[in-house]
């Protein structure tokens, strides 16, 4: 894998604008071991964010966990993300694109057309981002609940763009049924 998280934890340590974020993690929550899937954040947030099948770019397949990126994208506050089709043949991939927003600035971009630099440094957005979102619930009382409440009401909002997108998967599939029933019907009459 191309993202390792010890290594940019160290890294942050390294860098005069990011140690203090390490330093107060560590401060709350104890010393940061292990990988991404053994933080707390991750543990009681990102691990409710169901997979779903995406395009990735071919030559990086083996490079990164592309379960924790959706899991990452998916929890994020700073973006948001939609899958999409680009044609409705069969056996066509969902297309995952991320859209951020900056002041009036938006970029959106498809994870299957991004570079590995530019997925690593998706990674190590989002990490941090949840690192300080999880400083913030135990610092601030009032930020606490407004977190919470985001982190709860972006989850529902996956579960459910994930159950339309099965929805629509099993409406097409009975559709593609029921006409070859019908031509069977008809070659029969």
Same mark, same amino acid.
């Not at 997925?119 to 190590?124: P, S």
């Given at each position: 894998?191309?993202?390792?998280?010890?290594?940019?934890? #160290?890294?942050?340590?390294? $860098?005069?604008?990011k140690?203090?974020?390490?330093?107060k993690?560590?401060?709350?929550?104890? !010393?940061?071991?292990?990988?991404? $899937?053994?933080?707390?954040?991750?543990?009681?947030?990102?691990?409710?964010? #169901?997979?779903?099948?995406? $395009?990735? !770019?071919?030559?990086?397949?083996?490079?990164?966990?592309?379960?924790?990126?959706?899991?990452?994208?998916?929890?994020?506050?700073?973006?948001?993300?939609?899958?999409?089709?680009?044609?409705?043949?069969?056996? #066509?991939?969902?297309?995952l694109?991320?859209?951020?927003?900056?002041?009036?600035?938006?970029?959106?971009?498809?994870?299957?057309?991004?570079w590995?630099?530019?997925?690593?440094?998706?990674?190590?957005?989002?990490? =941090?981002?949840?690192?300080?979102?999880?400083?913030?619930? $135990?610092?601030?009382?009032?930020?606490?609940?407004?977190?919470?409440?985001?982190?709860?009401?972006?989850? =529902?909002?996956? *579960?459910?763009?994930?159950?339309?997108?099965?929805?629509?998967?099993?409406? *097409?599939?009975? #559709?593609?049924?029921?006409?070859? *029933?019908?031509?069977?019907?008809?070659?029969?009459?």
């Amino acid at each position: 894998m191309l993202f390792n998280f010890q290594a940019f934890i #160290a890294e942050m340590r390294e $860098k005069e604008d990011k140690k203090e974020i390490v330093e107060k993690y560590e401060k709350w929550f104890g !010393p940061i071991q292990g990988e991404i $899937k053994d933080q707390q954040w991750y543990k009681e947030y990102l691990i409710n964010f #169901a997979n779903h099948a995406f $395009k990735v !770019p071919e030559e990086l397949q083996e490079e990164f966990d592309w379960k924790l990126l959706l899991q990452l994208v998916g929890g994020s506050f700073s973006s948001e993300c939609m899958f999409e089709k680009e044609s409705q043949e069969e056996g #066509a991939e969902w297309e995952l694109t991320i859209s951020v927003k900056s002041g009036d600035q938006s970029v959106v971009k498809k994870v299957s057309e991004l570079w590995s630099f530019q997925i690593m440094r998706l990674y190590e957005i989002y990490v =941090e981002e949840q690192m300080n979102l999880h400083i913030l619930i $135990k610092e601030e009382e009032k930020d606490a609940e407004a977190i919470l409440g985001q982190r709860h009401l972006r989850l =529902e909002r996956w *579960k459910l763009m994930l159950e339309s997108l099965d929805r629509d998967e099993l409406q *097409k599939a009975a #559709a593609q049924e029921q006409a070859s *029933k019908m031509d069977d019907l008809m070659s029969q009459l």
